[in-house]
C-alpha cells in the first residue's frame, strides 16, 4: 500500500478536539466490528488496488459499483441537480472543459475561493464549476468584481451538477477534484484525467493512487501561506491538457475497471461467490 505523510492523516485536518476524539472512536469501533465479520464488501477492484487487497483475504471487492450504470438517473443527492449544465455541454468542444467540483464537505477561505477563480480564469478554457451552499466560510459567495462578466459564456457556475452524466460527455478534458473515492471511481470509470485538490482523510491516499500509482493525474501544491495559488493552477492544468499521456493511461485503466464487472470479470466472480457463500450459510 502506498506510504502516507504524517500531516495527510485522517485526523490531522480538523482542529475541534472533539472532532479528532470522535475519529478514532470511529476506528476503535470499526476495529472491534471487525473481529465479528467474515467478508468486507468493497466498492473497490482488484485492478486499481492489487497490493492492497492481496494483503487482506477478508477485503471483496465489488465494483465500481457505478461502472455499469453510469448514465442512469442517479438518486440520493444533497441538492438539487442543475441539468441545464448539460446544455451548456452540448454546446462545447469535445475535451476541452475543466469540470471542477469538491463534493459535499470540503470548505474554502475566501483567499482561497478568490485564487481558484482567478487560476481557472488565467486558463482561458472553459469550465464547469459547482460552487455549493457552504462552501466557503462564509455566509455568502461573492465573486470578484467584474469575475463573471469577464469569464462570460466560456465558464459555467452552477450549485450541483449530475456528476455521472458530467463526466461521461465529450465535451469534458479533465476533473480537478478533492478526490472523494466516489468521485475518484466515479473519473475513473469515464477515463478522465485528474487535477487533485484532496481535503481530509482518505482523499489524500486516493490522490497518492491517481498520481503516484496510476499516474492518470497531478497534484497541485501549496505555497508558503498554504494557498494553491491561481499561477500554479494555471500551471498544472496546462500541463495536464497538454500531456497526451494522462489521457491514455485514464482510458486504459477504464477499460480495466469496467471489464471487471462484467461477466467472468474478477468483481463480477467475487459477487457470484458471495451470493452463494451466503446461500450455503
Known amino acids: 500500500m502506498p506510504p502516507i505523510k504524517s500531516e495527510n492523516?485522517?485526523?490531522v485536518c480538523f482542529e475541534d478536539v472533539a472532532l479528532i476524539e470522535a475519529s478514532f472512536l470511529v476506528v476503535k469501533e470499526a476495529e472491534e466490528a471487525s473481529r465479528l465479520t467474515d467478508w468486507f464488501i468493497c466498492n473497490s477492484t482488484t485492478e486499481l488496488e492489487a497490493a492492497a487487497f492481496s494483503l487482506y483475504s477478508?477485503?471483496?471487492p465489488i465494483g465500481p459499483l457505478l461502472a455499469s450504470n453510469r448514465l442512469a438517473e442517479q438518486a440520493g443527492h444533497f441538492w438539487q441537480e442543475d441539468q441545464t449544465c448539460l446544455t451548456w455541454l452540448d454546446q462545447q468542444q469535445p475535451c476541452s472543459v475543466i469540470y471542477i467540483a469538491f463534493?459535499?464537505?470540503?470548505?474554502f477561505n475566501k483567499t482561497q475561493f478568490d485564487e481558484l477563480a482567478?487560476?481557472?480564469e488565467l486558463s482561458h478554457k472553459p469550465f464547469l464549476w459547482v460552487v455549493r451552499p457552504g462552501m466557503t466560510k462564509e455566509t455568502t459567495t461573492d465573486y470578484l468584481d467584474g469575475y463573471m462578466e469577464r469569464v462570460g459564456s466560456h465558464g459555467r457556475i452552477v450549485s450541483w451538477a449530475p456528476q455521472q452524466k458530467v463526466l461521461s460527455h465529450p465535451s469534458v478534458a479533465c476533473f480537478m477534484s478533492h478526490c472523494g473515492w466516489n468521485s475518484t471511481l466515479?473519473?475513473?470509470t469515464n477515463g478522465v484525467p485528474f487535477l487533485c485538490w484532496p481535503y481530509f482523510a482518505d482523499q489524500f491516499h486516493n490522490?497518492?493512487?491517481?498520481?503516484?500509482?496510476?499516474?492518470?493525474?497531478l497534484r497541485m501544491e501549496k505555497d508558503d501561506a498554504g494557498i494553491i495559488n491561481?499561477?500554479?493552477?494555471?500551471?498544472k492544468?496546462?500541463?495536464l491538457l497538454s500531456d497526451e499521456t494522462y489521457k491514455v493511461k485514464a482510458l486504459d485503466i477504464k477499460i480495466k475497471v469496467t471489464s471487471s464487472i462484467r461477466e467472468g470479470g474478477c468483481s463480477n466472480r467475487n459477487l457470484n461467490s458471495f451470493v452463494e457463500w451466503i446461500k450455503e450459510r
Not at 207 to 217: A, Q
Open 9 to 11: 492523516l485522517g485526523w
Open 58 to 60: 477478508q477485503l471483496l
Open 103 to 107: 463534493g459535499s464537505f470540503t470548505i
Open 118 to 120: 482567478l487560476g481557472l
Open 186 to 188: 466515479e473519473g475513473v
Open 207 to 217: 490522490e497518492t493512487y491517481i498520481c503516484d500509482i496510476w499516474k492518470t493525474g
Open 230 to 235: 491561481r499561477g500554479e493552477i494555471k500551471s
Open 237 to 239: 492544468l496546462e500541463e
